[in-house]
């Protein structure tokens, strides 16, 4: 399958626009879940006004949350897709320059050191766009992440001493859920990151941080570290947007790498209430949307 590049910059414009607009199911089925099972009434009352934005948002047509994050795309290529890897590349980054003046889009995005701001959201290295590849497949797919700020400077990075085993790793993620508090609007999805090294580690708790709810860790021992985790943050009290209650996260997502024998590197990488996502799938027989 030959990849139509102007499609691609298409999609990749509206995918933004779709991200910062329409929460996907799983996220809307994750507050009924926790909203069933709040028994503080501080918190029970705080999630209702959390879901009465996401409808009123939606029914409007207007953005979920003011802020527009960081964009990043994440690209899966499959082996009988024919595409540019350059090329592509360009077309991502116009969609999202075009995303931001043609909406227009508040820009996030700025220089670190001059912090001017190009209006674009786009700059140096950003949109970050991730490339991954599928066998047998004549699918191209790409999904949109707006990663806001409340959530990613709630990220951690622990090269955990080996011979303190597993527990080092619950007791750090139960300590960085305790400092985020509040500043990262929960309910949360609490990304973990085990193993690797310390680039890849924390990268792998951006994937978990991104994850459809209800998904589980293909590592055996992640799935369970998941299960134990998801149950210990829900009992630390922190509830909605901080202000106390059980709905602290959704869930905690957990994504394993092999790592070096002497390592044993432990991310945490968080994603506020809004967990916000779009995709794009190219096939043959054309293209769809779809979370």
């Known amino acids: 399958m030959k990849v139509d590049l102007k499609e691609v910059e298409e999609a990749c414009k509206e995918l933004y626009i779709r991200a910062l607009k329409l929460l996907p199911p799983d996220i809307k089925d994750g507050f009924k879940r926790l909203d069933a099972t709040e028994t503080d009434a501080t918190g029970k009352a705080i999630l209702g006004t959390m879901i009465r934005n996401i409808k009123v948002a939606e029914e409007n047509q207007n953005l979920l949350c003011q802020d527009t994050g960081i964009p990043i795309y ?24 075009r995303a931001t003046k043609e909406h227009p889009l508040r820009s996030s995005v700025v220089h670190p050191v001059t912090r001017k701001n190009q209006h674009t ?7 970050v766009i991730n490339l991954d590849f599928v066998e047998d497949s004549e699918t191209l797919s790409i999904e949109m992440i707006p990663k806001g700020s409340g959530s990613e400077n709630n990220s951690w990075l622990k090269m955990a001493v ?13 300590d960085c859920v305790l400092d985020a508090g509040g500043k990262t609007c929960p309910p949360t999805i609490v990304g973990v ?12 708790s ?8 209800g998904s589980q860790c293909d590592d055996p021992e992640g799935a369970k570290l998941e299960a134990e985790l998801s149950s210990a943050v829900n009992q630390l009290g922190v ?5 106390g209650g059980d709905s602290t996260a959704f869930a905690v997502h957990v994504e394993t790498a092999a790592t070096h024998i002497t390592m044993n590197p432990v991310a945490v990488n968080m994603q506020c209430h809004s967990a916000r996502r779009a995709r794009a799938t ?6 769809s949307y779809g979370f």
């Not at 994440?74 to 320059?97: F, R, W």
């Not at 990151?193 to 890849?200: C, F, Q």
């Not at 951006?206 to 709810?213: D, N």
């Not at 509830?239 to 202000?243: A, F």
């Open 74 to 97: 994440n690209v899966t290529i499959g082996s009988g897709v024919e595409v540019d890897g350059y090329k592509l590349k360009q077309a991502i980054i116009k969609g999202c320059e």
């Open 121 to 127: 959201s786009s700059g140096r290295r950003v949109p």
């Open 162 to 174: 080996p011979a303190d085993g597993i527990d080092a790793v619950k007791t750090f993620v139960v």
């Open 193 to 204: 990151g085990v193993g690797g090294t310390a680039d890849l580690c924390v990268h792998l």
């Open 206 to 213: 951006k994937i978990a941080a991104t994850r459809p709810l």
């Open 239 to 243: 509830g909605p947007q901080g202000l």
């Open 282 to 287: 190219f096939t043959p027989k054309g293209l």
